[in-house]
C-alpha cells in the first residue's frame, strides 16, 4: 500500500481519477487487482488535500459500476467455463476453492451478493463474472451493483477525508482525547457493512 500511496502522489489530480477508476473497473471485471488498495491510497491523498474526495468517490463508484456490468457480461457469455479458466489462471485468487465460497453466497444471498461482495475481496472480483454466469437478471443486478459500489466508493473515501478533517480540527481545539473518540466512531462506522458482509460469506461458506 506504502508504494501505491507514494506512486499515486507523483500524479496529478485528474491522473488520480483515471487511475482510481481504472483499477477498480479491471478489477471487477473479474482480474485480481489492488482496488481496495487504490481507493483508500486516494483518500489519504484527499484528505491532505491533493486531490478531492468528490473526485476520487465518483471515479471509484463509476469504475465499480462499469467493471461490474461488463464482467457479468462477459460471465454471461462465457459461463462457468469462462470462471473455471480464470480460477487456472489466477489460482491463489481464483481457484475451484474460492470458486465454490462464492457460489455458496449467491446461493444464501442472491443478487444482494453483489452489494455485500463489494466489500469483500473475493467477491468484489468475482461478483459480476459469476452473476452473468449464473443468468441473474440484469437490471435485478444493475440495482445491487450500482448501490454496493456507491456506498463502498463514497464510504471509504468520506469517512476516511472526514477522518482527517477531525484531526486537524480537534488536535487544536480539543486534544488527543477527542481526536481518539471521533478515530474509533470512523472505524466502527467504516467497518460496520464490511464484518456483517464477510460473517454472512463464512456462514454461506459454513453450510
Known amino acids: 500500500m506504502e508504494f501505491v500511496a507514494e506512486w499515486l502522489q507523483t500524479l496529478p489530480p485528474f491522473v488520480v481519477y483515471l487511475v482510481v477508476g481504472l483499477v477498480i473497473g479491471v478489477e471487477s471485471m473479474g482480474i485480481p487487482l489492488p482496488g481496495e488498495v487504490v481507493l483508500v491510497s486516494a483518500s489519504l491523498m484527499s484528505a491532505m488535500k491533493a486531490v478531492s474526495p468528490w473526485g476520487v468517490a465518483i471515479a471509484a463508484s463509476t469504475g465499480a459500476i462499469i467493471g461490474d456490468s461488463v464482467g457479468y457480461a462477459v460471465g454471461r457469455r462465457g459461463g462457468r467455463a469462462?470462471?473455471?479458466?480464470?480460477?487456472?489462471?489466477?489460482?491463489?485468487?481464483?481457484?475451484?476453492?474460492?470458486?465454490?465460497?462464492?457460489?455458496?453466497?449467491?446461493?444464501?444471498?442472491?443478487?444482494?451478493?453483489?452489494?455485500?461482495?463489494?466489500?469483500?475481496?473475493?467477491?468484489?472480483?468475482?461478483?459480476?463474472?459469476l452473476a452473468g454466469a449464473l443468468k441473474v437478471p440484469y437490471g435485478r443486478f444493475l440495482v445491487a451493483n450500482a448501490a454496493g459500489g456507491i456506498v463502498w466508493a463514497f464510504g471509504t473515501t468520506f469517512v476516511i477525508y472526514w477522518l482527517g478533517e477531525v484531526a486537524e480540527k480537534w488536535l487544536k481545539g480539543f486534544g488527543w482525547?477527542?481526536?481518539?473518540?471521533?478515530?474509533?466512531?470512523?472505524?466502527?462506522?467504516?467497518?460496520?457493512?464490511?464484518?456483517?458482509?464477510?460473517?454472512?460469506?463464512?456462514?454461506?461458506?459454513?453450510e
Do not use: C, M, N
Not at 474509533?184 to 463464512?202: N, S, V
Open 82 to 129: 469462462l470462471l473455471e479458466r480464470l480460477g487456472r489462471r489466477f489460482p491463489k485468487h481464483l481457484g475451484p476453492a474460492h470458486l465454490a465460497k462464492a457460489e455458496s453466497f449467491f446461493d444464501r444471498w442472491g443478487v444482494w451478493a453483489v452489494f455485500f461482495g463489494r466489500f469483500i475481496a473475493l467477491l468484489r472480483i468475482l461478483a459480476g463474472p
Open 177 to 206: 482525547a477527542g481526536l481518539l473518540i471521533a478515530v474509533l466512531f470512523g472505524i466502527g462506522t467504516t467497518l460496520y457493512i464490511k464484518r456483517r458482509a464477510t460473517r454472512e460469506f463464512a456462514a454461506a461458506e459454513a
